[in-house]
């Protein structure tokens, strides 16, 4: 079975341009998480989707940041415009409601550099 | 507010030495905690799961205990290899009634070696 994936693995952009971040969580996988690190800090929850509805949002950090999932299944997570402060890794995790207690699975992460 | 915290910070043993990474949370309200590894450029990889009901649970030389009571979490690992040497992360999600996001709220992280 294959993990959740993510692309691209490094994205190196310029402040003020854009960057879309794909997940493919594993499949069956109703909840889709998004997190990120950003240098010398704990990984920070972003939002988390259940199919394709937005169930908490709380951690996204402003309006740069869109995320979306289409009919449940893959998501992206946009970065518009970038910013210096907005490097980091980001990561996805999914889980299945009701198995094992929701564990999450991890994608690799997408380090994001933003000159 | 959960906060998550994780000592010591790094760790360094030599081969065969029998290890405890701590965890400590504020808030006793848990759905579950989570014990991950990374390792350098890599993805975070589960080691175990404890659901808030449970005490313990093991895998291997792994064996991670919840005393939810006092916020407490240790992650105790056998005769250590060089192998093992990696990041490990402790995770907790916050119960909130009639909320059922099932977010991490993460721990610093133990940066642990193995010496050969």
């Known amino acids: 079975e294959a993990g959740v994936t993510q692309f691209p693995s490094h994205s190196v952009i310029e402040k003020g341009q854009t960057v879309t971040l794909r997940c493919d969580p594993i499949?069956?996988?109703?909840?889709l998480y998004w997190y990120r690190r950003v240098m010398g800090k704990e990984i920070k929850f972003l939002l988390h989707f259940v199919k394709e509805s937005k169930q908490d949002e709380s951690g996204m950090p402003n309006n740069r940041f869109l995320a979306e999932r289409t009919g449940g299944t893959y998501s992206t997570l946009k970065v518009q415009p970038a910013e210096l402060e907005d490097s980091g890794v980001y990561f996805c995790?999914?889980?299945?409601?009701?198995?094992?207690?929701?564990?999450?699975?991890f994608g690799p992460g997408t380090r994001l550099t933003v000159l | 507010k959960q906060e998550v915290t994780q000592i010591p910070a790094a760790l360094s043993v030599p081969e065969g030495e029998n290890l405890v990474l701590n965890c400590s949370f504020t808030?006793?309200?848990?759905?579950?905690l989570q014990w991950f590894r990374q390792d350098p450029g890599k993805g975070l990889t589960s080691l175990l799961l404890i659901q808030s009901s449970q005490r313990e649970q093991t895998s291997g030389r792994l064996n991670a205990s919840l005393d939810k009571s006092s916020g407490r979490s240790t992650l105790y690992i056998a005769a250590s290899q060089p192998g093992d040497s990696a990041t490990y992360l402790c995770?907790?999600?916050?119960?909130?009634?009639?909320?059922?996001?099932?977010?991490?709220?993460f721990g610093s992280g133990t940066r642990l070696l193995v010496r050969p």
């Open positions: 808030d006793s309200a848990i759905y579950n």
């Open positions: 995790a999914s889980s299945q409601t009701g198995f094992h207690n929701n564990e999450q699975f």
């Open positions: 499949s069956g996988h109703d909840n």
């Open positions: 995770a907790v999600s916050p119960f909130f009634f009639m909320d059922s996001s099932y977010k991490l709220i």
